[in-house]
């Protein structure tokens, strides 16, 4: 009840603000959905990788059960996967080992500096934020304390070529990933629609 | 509006389904890195077996001789009384073999040969073959029977 008078005492200006929240808040879940939408497209070109693998033996009829198809386009898609990715993964391994290695060797296992390197490097940023309906949200700018620092010492250094020179192979490993999920609906989607008792056929073959 | 609400609404969906997603992501970053991590010991067994790394195996290898075989001439062995030098020049059908759920199957189209044999042209024959007595075909004289009896 509280809430509700509180809403009922907003001022003019609160109510614009609330709007302008609104509006920015649905903005952000339309990229997102954008987002989706081109995530979607993505995984639609990966899966077609499916169908130029199976596409010559479906057409000559040389799997006609949906088990064995179930069973080769996986294998086939699962040995495209290693094909792709085992150069992006052991590249992110040898990054990431080195860098535990150096660690280990030359810091006595102590990672501190890597989170302080990149505390310093990156902005500290103080949002205000107040209650509404429980919940903490911003209530203003944000009040840059500190922006993008770089120093330029060792440990700076270190941290940033680890993170670029890992990130790469790691980006492509999570890529390829990525396609092995798409092959796999896709695999799933086939079955489904090739290999599907449909009465329609039947009516438009005695058609 | 409506493609505007309809992408906010998928947005929805997809940042309160997000944790699902992401798990499925992360099921499947771990399973890629066991099956990477696995290969080796796959390969070795590969070398023992007849389970080959390989992305083609029987089922390409019998896939790519049937479609060699329409590609020479498909039509060669579907019936006999076609010359086996009239394949080669036929364009490969756009057949869609049978796959098992569809009746009835779908049959290769036929495709007459181009033979040397004037061509019978003339459709105005009724039922009873009246306009059926051209000599298209050696030793047939126009009454229809073999120029031998």
Redesign the interface.
């Known amino acids: 009840m509280d809430n509700l008078i509180t809403l009922v005492k907003l001022t003019e200006s609160d109510k614009k603000t609330l709007i302008a929240l609104v509006i920015i808040i649905?903005f952000i879940?339309?990229?997102?959905?954008?987002?989706?939408?081109l995530v979607g497209f993505i995984m639609k070109n990966q899966g077609a990788t499916v169908d130029n693998?199976m596409y010559?033996?479906?057409?000559?009829?040389?799997?006609?059960?949906k088990r064995d198809f179930t069973k080769?386009a996986r294998?086939?898609s699962?040995?495209?996967?290693?094909?792709k990715?085992?150069i992006p993964?052991f590249l992110s391994v040898i990054c990431i080992g080195s860098f535990t290695i150096y660690v280990y060797i030359y810091r006595s296992g102590d990672f501190s500096f890597f989170t302080d390197s990149w505390g310093l490097m990156m902005p500290n940023i103080n949002w205000n934020v107040n209650k509404f309906f429980s919940i903490m949200i911003p209530t203003d700018y944000p009040e840059f304390e500190t922006y993008f620092a770089f120093n330029g010492s060792r440990d700076e250094y270190i941290s940033l070529i680890f993170v670029i020179v890992s990130a790469i192979p790691l980006t492509f490993?999570?890529v390829?990933?990525?396609a092995?999920?798409a092959r796999?609906m896709r695999i799933r989607k086939l079955c489904s629609t090739?290999?599907?008792?449909?009465v329609n056929?039947?009516s438009n073959?005695h058609a | 509006m409506e493609t505007f609400f309809k992408r906010v609404g998928i947005g929805a969906i997809v940042i309160i389904t997000s944790p699902i997603w992401v798990a499925y992501f992360c099921l499947y970053v771990i399973f890629g890195t066991v099956l990477i991590l696995l290969t080796p010991i796959r390969f070795i067994e590969s070398l023992f077996t007849d389970k080959k790394l390989k992305i083609k195996n029987h089922y390409d290898i019998e896939a790519a001789a049937i479609l060699n075989q329409m590609g020479e001439g498909y039509n060669v062995n579907q019936s006999s009384n076609i010359p086996p030098s009239a394949g080669a020049n036929m364009q490969q059908p756009n057949y869609q073999p049978y796959n098992g759920n569809s009746y009835p199957p779908q049959q290769p189209p036929y495709y007459p040969p181009q033979s040397g044999y004037p061509q019978n042209t003339n459709t105005n024959y009724n039922q009873n073959n009246a306009g059926y007595n051209q000599n298209n075909y050696p030793n047939q004289n126009n009454n229809g029977r073999g120029g031998n009896q």
Not at chain 1, 29 to 37: A, D, E, F, S, T
Request: aromatic share 18%; net charge positive.
């Open positions: 649905l879940v339309m990229i997102v959905g954008y987002i989706q939408k693998q010559d033996i479906l057409r000559t009829g040389v799997i006609q059960k080769e294998r086939k699962g040995i495209y996967f290693l094909k990715a085992w993964f490993y999570l390829e990933c990525q092995f999920i796999s090739y290999f599907a008792k449909d056929k039947l073959n």
